[in-house]
């Protein structure tokens, strides 16, 4: 399940660990030609402005603002850009709050790789 052309990556994730599981699904389904990263919400907004990546994943229990400050904070940059959020099974009432703020979709945590690619894949072809 590849996607052709140029595709750039954010992940944002206070933990180092889900950033290397995400980068680690992107480009074993070549999903992703470059993949920045940052550690909380303030940091994503900033790499955000600097990378002008095609898709973030957003996850959203984070140091200095949450992933849901970040996607508004993203959305007030570019209206039309492609967040998918990530969250715990506990969260869901969350993620809805957060797909009414505009983000495209969601994935769960612990990942289910084929179903994080699916999401993801799905988010890149959208319009």
């Known amino acids: 399940m ?4 140029n595709v750039k990556f954010l992940i944002v994730d206070d ?12 480009i074993s389904n070549g999903l992703a030609s470059q993949i920045y990263e940052a550690g909380d ?4 907004v900033e790499a955000y402005k600097q990378f002008k990546p095609d898709v973030v994943t957003m996850d959203i229990n984070m140091p200095k603002a949450d992933g849901v ?3 508004q904070s993203i959305l007030r940059i570019n209206p039309g850009a492609k967040v998918v959020m990530v969250t715990a099974v506990e969260q ?5 709050d957060a797909m009414k703020a ?8 612990p990942f289910d790789r ?6 993801i894949n799905r988010v890149i072809r959208s319009r």
């Open 69 to 71: 400050q970040a996607l």
């Open 102 to 109: 505009g983000a495209r979709d969601y994935v769960v945590k």
């Open 15 to 26: 933990a180092s660990f889900m950033r290397i599981v995400l980068k680690d699904i992107l």
């Open 41 to 44: 919400g303030l940091a994503a």
């Open 92 to 96: 869901k009432h969350v993620v809805r």
């Open 114 to 119: 084929a179903n994080v690619a699916l999401v």
């Open 2 to 5: 590849s996607v052709t052309g």
